[in-house]
């Protein structure tokens, strides 16, 4: 079991940068993909990226394309998100979730854990 616990979420203007991080507990860290995603009030849970356990493949939704970045440290037990020029948009909270496999889900109920999430609020 690993449990997660994500940070640095805040309030940015727009066409601003925040870097979110998650901390994973547990020593097989390693084993686990892991995945962003995102929930704006009053609407479903979104994909927004992810990364195998190999950290060779990644995927990101088309609306974060080219902006985010997510990237993993095994050594820290940290996985992370970059988001640079954020948009008002882009407001949600933010989750990330592991999966024990070693291909970049993108569909929310294929994790198995989940943190608790942080608030990010890009104002216009």
């Known amino acids: 079991q690993v449990q997660l616990v994500e940070s640095g979420g805040g309030l940015v203007q727009a066409g601003g940068s925040l870097r979110l991080s998650c901390a994973a507990s547990g020593r097989t860290f390693s084993v686990y993909s892991m995945g962003w995603f995102r929930q704006a009030p009053g609407k479903e849970r979104d994909f927004v990226a992810t990364?195998?356990?190999?950290?060779?493949?990644?995927y990101y939704a088309d609306s974060v394309k080219g902006r985010f970045t997510i990237s993993r440290d095994d050594a820290k037990n940290e996985v992370y998100l970059q988001m640079n020029s954020l948009k008002p948009e882009d407001t949600a909270v933010y989750y990330c979730a592991a999966v024990r496999n070693n291909w970049a889900s993108t569909r929310a109920n294929e994790y198995e854990y989940w943190g608790q999430g942080t608030q990010v609020t890009v104002s216009s």
């Open positions: 990364v195998n356990r190999n950290g060779d493949t990644t």
